[in-house]
């Protein structure tokens, strides 16, 4: 399947590590401009080494704590450089917890990290997306969209919050040939599934192992998934081929994921 993607340009989130990182390749191999956004300039410098060298790849320091900063970031590089067509919005999960133990700050950090930022992201790429006809906006978010995921408060609360962001958005922007896609990842291997993992462990009082095993179980395919598979769908929808694919959420779980 040809999605024809090749010399777009592309804005990745969170793309030093996981489904970002893994994100960041695969539209590096379709032969799309790739630009990736993350706090660490080490691990950007990193990335980008990886990435093929026939593109026009490059990177941007900014911290998702701070939307207004990463969003001016951001108008600079398109300033300077060319608009993207694509937006991949990503960022790293809130702290687990029951959700009766969080903190206003908890929920305040999450809403800024995720959704405002989600948000200034869009307000400064959806004009260029607008002249070129041509636009594609991806959000990596969770299954708690569809159902929420014990000790994961204050992550549940504010993945529903993007998701109606995002619905809200792609009724606003497909005129324009401009699509809003949520994909929802299961348990990935990450860094972030480790640290889940560890954390249930000790709150059950069992191994890191038997807790791996258990949660492996809870998806008919009875593993994890790579974070390159996650990745494969976020480019299919990223391509013309998913043109008429809009305002949807495409759960990536292995089938774990029981509502429809």
């Not at 030093?16 to 990736?36: F, H, P, S």
């Amino acid at each position: 399947m040809n999605l024809n993607i090749k010399n777009k340009n592309a804005l990745v989130c969170g793309s030093t590590q996981g489904i970002g990182k893994a994100t960041a390749i695969a539209l590096a191999n379709e032969g799309v401009n790739v630009t990736l956004v993350a706090r660490n300039r080490e691990k950007l410098k990193a990335v980008l080494e990886e990435l093929p060298t026939d593109g026009n790849h490059s990177y941007i320091v900014a911290d998702f704590s701070n939307p207004r900063d990463l969003q001016e970031q951001v108008i600079k590089h398109i300033e300077k450089n060319n608009g993207f067509h694509i937006l991949i919005n990503n960022t790293g999960g809130p702290r687990s917890g029951a959700i009766l133990n969080a903190s206003l700050e908890e929920f305040e950090n999450a809403f800024t990290m995720h959704l405002k930022c989600n948000h200034v992201l869009a307000q400064a790429t959806i004009p260029f997306m607008k002249e070129q006809g041509f636009g594609r906006i991806v959000n990596v978010i969770s299954t708690s969209v569809k159902e929420p995921i014990p000790g994961l408060g204050v992550s549940n609360t504010i993945r529903g919050a993007v998701g109606n962001w995002s619905k809200t958005l792609a009724e606003e922007v497909a005129e324009f040939g401009i699509t809003v896609n949520n994909v929802l990842p299961g348990f990935t291997e990450t860094e972030r599934l480790s640290e889940i993992i560890k954390i249930k462990a000790l709150g059950a009082d069992t191994s890191v192992e038997d807790m791996t095993k258990m949660m492996k179980n809870y998806a008919p395919v009875k593993r994890f998934a790579q974070p390159e598979e996650t990745a494969n769908v976020i480019v299919f929808l990223a391509g013309e081929a998913a043109s008429y694919v809009n305002g949807i959420n495409v759960p990536v779980d292995g089938g774990r994921t029981k509502s429809l």
